[in-house]
């Protein structure tokens, strides 16, 4: 569908047209949901879906490329526009949006700006503070590179910005170095094991949306790569404040978070949830790490269930 003068991937899965509609916002950036569809299955038994493929990834992607408008602002217009689609396509009258990860982060955003549009907004690996998170990943990045030896990185990484992102050899450096934030075993590894499964080997994926994942997505720390989404995105997501915006949220707000999320630590989200004026709120822990949603889908559903009778819905 076009959303922002360009074609956008967008799909509304689900059992009945009577159940309530959802806007799940994916995370990243520029991780688009289109290969894991069959991991909501279990959503939407209860829910009607609507995934969106964001605007640089996935099908969205292969369809337009990575377009010169990769904005925070951009993307909350579009899932604006998205939102409003999947509404005329059901003929609903509101939806409850969900966001995950840097989808929750873009989801405070949208809700601050249209709010009429959406029953509540509901994050799940909600960040509060990107500068905690990116100072965490350098600082573990400079203690690698100085155990290796490598001095010039670790003098390279002690001085990175997240400026720095804009440079393309200095991202891969920092993800070289920082490699990824979870830990094998660990909460979270059962399911990216399942991930890699759906995608199938970068050379060989398991389906065209894989493929477009893998060509969108490359991984930030092979120099012969260029992971152009997440440099244009990824700046905004470590600059992220969720208290920038203020406390006063116009629709019903829930956070629930997987109780060892390694990413977003859920102190922080409870805090913030705690600040927050809205027309009804809540904070939940269940069983998991930082995609809680995914691998815990009975557990995040019935928190889910719960939240939304608090507000009719």
């Known amino acids: 569908m076009p959303v922002g003068g360009i074609e956008q991937w967008v799909a509304i899965r689900g059992r009945g047209r009577s159940r309530p509609p959802i806007l799940f916002l994916h995370g990243g950036p520029c991780e688009a949901e289109s290969p894991f569809l069959s991991v909501f299955a279990p959503w939407e038994e209860r829910y009607v879906v609507a995934q969106w493929d964001q605007r640089g990834t996935g099908r969205t992607f292969e369809k337009s490329g990575t377009p010169p408008n990769m904005t925070m602002d951009q993307l909350t217009q579009d899932a604006i526009n998205v939102a409003q689609y999947v509404l ?3 003929k609903a009258r ?6 995950f990860s840097w989808g929750a982060a873009l989801g405070l955003n949208v809700i601050r700006a249209r709010p009429e549009l959406f029953h509540a907004f509901v994050g799940t690996g909600q960040p509060i ?4 998170v990116f100072e965490r990943r ?4 400079v203690a690698r590179a100085q155990a290796a030896g490598d001095v010039q990185a670790a003098l390279q990484l002690q001085q990175f910005t997240v400026a720095d992102f804009s440079d393309m050899t200095k991202l891969h450096t920092f993800f070289r170095w920082a490699g990824a934030p979870f830990s094998n075993p660990g909460p979270d590894w059962d399911y990216i094991g399942k991930m890699f499964a759906l995608l199938g080997p970068p050379d060989k994926p398991n389906s065209a949306a894989a ?11 092979n120099p012969a790569l260029q992971p152009v989404c997440l440099q244009k995105l990824l700046p905004y997501s470590l ?6 915006g203020g406390t006063d949220l116009p629709v019903p707000y829930f956070v629930i978070q997987g109780r060892n999320d390694p990413v977003f630590p859920p102190d922080a989200a409870r805090e913030f949830v705690s600040q927050v004026h809205a027309p009804a709120k809540n904070f ?7 995609f809680a949603c995914m691998s815990n889908p009975t557990g995040f559903l019935d928190a889910l269930d719960s939240d939304m009778r608090k507000v009719g819905t």
Not at 129 to 132: L, T, V
Not at 284 to 290: A, Q
Request: avoid cysteine.
């Open 211 to 221: 493929a477009d994942f893998f060509a969108s997505n490359p991984p930030p720390d």
């Open 88 to 90: 005329s396509r059901l």
């Open 284 to 290: 939940t822990l269940i069983d998991g790490g930082h």
């Open 138 to 141: 350098r600082s573990t990045a």
């Open 129 to 132: 503070n990107g500068r905690d």
């Open 94 to 99: 509101k939806l409850i949006l969900v966001g």
């Open 239 to 244: 600059e992220f404040d969720a208290r920038a």
